[in-house]
């Protein structure tokens, strides 16, 4: 069992920074995939950035140039760093972990960004 935990979420404003961290704990194997999800208010959760264990990174265009996505080694802690917040970045992130037909999911961050 493999449990994810994000953290570093909060309130941010517009033109801010945060950087999310997420844990891996429990029966750990090296990652085929780690990555970020997020949910807005009535929308569905979309894919924000995503690193195999290839070392190949993946982000939603919306965020290329702002949010970077990096971790360790073992890919058990990854973050997201994400600059130049605006209104519409405001969501619930997720930190998803794949490891061979097995997925996993954080129980989700909340990031709101607000003047």
């Known amino acids: 069992q493999v449990q994810l935990v994000e953290s570093g979420g909060g309130l941010v404003q517009p033109g801010g920074s945060l950087r999310l961290s997420c844990v891996a704990s429990g029966t750990v194997f090296n990652a085929n995939a780690m990555g970020w999800y997020r949910q807005a208010p009535g929308q569905q959760r979309e894919l924000v950035a995503i690193s195999t264990s290839g070392g190949r990174t993946n982000y939603a265009d919306s965020v290329k140039g702002r949010f970077t996505i990096s971790g360790d080694n073992a890919q058990n802690t990854v973050y997201l760093q994400m600059n130049s917040l605006k209104f519409e970045h405001t969501a619930v992130y997720y930190c998803?972990?794949?490891?061979?037909?097995?997925?996993?999911w954080g129980q989700g961050t909340q990031v709101t960004v607000s003047s």
């Open positions: 998803y972990r794949r490891w061979r037909a097995h997925e996993y």
